[in-house]
């Protein structure tokens, strides 16, 4: 029996460091030269994904994880199979000759944020035929964002948790959401909790308030809804109580993955003790350990780690009823 499966994509990260040649144009949008080649200051490589993203923090917290999703038969995916092994995840993966496993080009954007060029390759054709159902004995699904035809496997594997009562945390994303309610329907009915951030929210359902965005993302069918605002903190709703907590104020090197630790975070955290207030801290203390450094996966804190952070460096949530 699993804590979780994770089920989503899995990627090669390369991390360039080209800030000495950006060009603010307007807001929101960064420039390059054309026609000139840019030397990079800094190269990293780093494993990436979703999926293996959530699957490792889980592992690292001490929870007996698996991870469902698709790599090609290549050095990449290979790579990405030895970490998992490496980091006690349990790879019920699929193999893919069609197509290379996916790839993301991370470049410097203004200030802490980043510009991710996505090549999802192989992340689109994962089966269902091909999971090994017998397996998935688990009392949680992490579910991250797969695309293309992976999108309707999601749909199918949601189905198979209502039958077996499996809760899913459903950790959304801008590509989803823009598709809207009805697209998200066959998953958000199964969903127990779901994680968007507020840009997210209001695409999914309209502008409005804290409040107002709760009740109408909950009447989708979670039943624990968290908003996530960056560095303004995080909003959490059981229909009773909404929470917050604002993180603390520490030094951003870059904030790839930093959605996916909170995620995992507070999955680890509401599984341990079904409390929202402690999930919000575990999920913060991890984003905040992760944006301190490259990559998404290098500073994920593991559980002697985490024990240690919410004594020294607890984070205030305080919750208010509705």
């Known amino acids: 029996m699993y804590d979780v499966i994770a089920v989503g994509s899995a990627n090669i990260d390369v991390f360039a460091h080209t800030a000495g ?3 603010k144009r307007m807001q929101g949008m960064v420039a390059y030269p054309v026609g000139e080649k840019i030397l990079i200051e800094e190269i990293r490589f780093s494993t990436g994904g979703g999926g293996t993203n959530a699957a490792v923090a889980l592992a690292r917290l001490g929870h007996k994880v698996g991870f469902v999703g698709i790599l ?4 990449r995916g290979e790579t990405i199979r030895k970490e998992l092994k490496h980091e006690c995840v349990e790879d019920l993966s699929q193999d893919c000759a069609e197509d290379c496993t996916g790839y993301s080009i991370v470049l410097d954007s203004v200030g802490h944020d980043r510009t991710i060029f996505v090549f999802k390759g192989a992340n689109d054709h994962l089966s269902y035929n091909k999971i090994p159902l017998k397996r998935l004995k688990t009392k949680w699904f992490y579910f991250a964002t797969l695309l293309g035809h992976s999108y309707s496997v999601l749909e199918k594997l949601a189905e198979f948790a209502k039958r077996k009562n499996i809760k899913i945390l459903f950790n959304t994303s ?6 809207g309610p009805k697209f998200l329907k066959r998953i958000l009915d199964s969903t127990y ?5 507020l840009g997210e929210a209001q695409i999914l359902v309209g502008k409005g308030g804290i409040d107002d965005l709760m009740k109408k993302l909950r009447k989708l069918g979670p039943k ?3 908003i996530t605002d960056g560095k303004n903190g995080v909003y959490a709703s059981d229909g009773k109580f909404i929470f917050f907590a604002k993180p603390h104020h520490v030094r951003v090197v870059e904030t ?9 975070g507070f999955l680890s955290g509401y ?3 079904a409390d929202i207030g402690y999930g919000i801290q575990v999920g913060m203390l991890n984003a905040e350990s992760v944006i301190q450094h490259h990559g998404a996966k290098n500073k994920l804190l593991n559980k002697r780690e985490m024990e240690s952070a919410l004594r020294k460096s607890p984070i205030r949530v305080s919750k208010r009823k509705i």
Request: a neutral charge; charged letters at 25%.
């Open 21 to 23: 040649f950006i060009e």
């Open 72 to 75: 090609g038969m290549d050095d």
């Open 174 to 179: 801008s590509y989803l959401v823009k598709k």
């Open 193 to 197: 909790i779901l994680v968007l951030n």
């Open 224 to 226: 624990i809804v968290i």
């Open 256 to 264: 790839t993955g930093a959605g996916d630790a909170f995620a995992s």
């Open 271 to 273: 599984m341990r003790k």
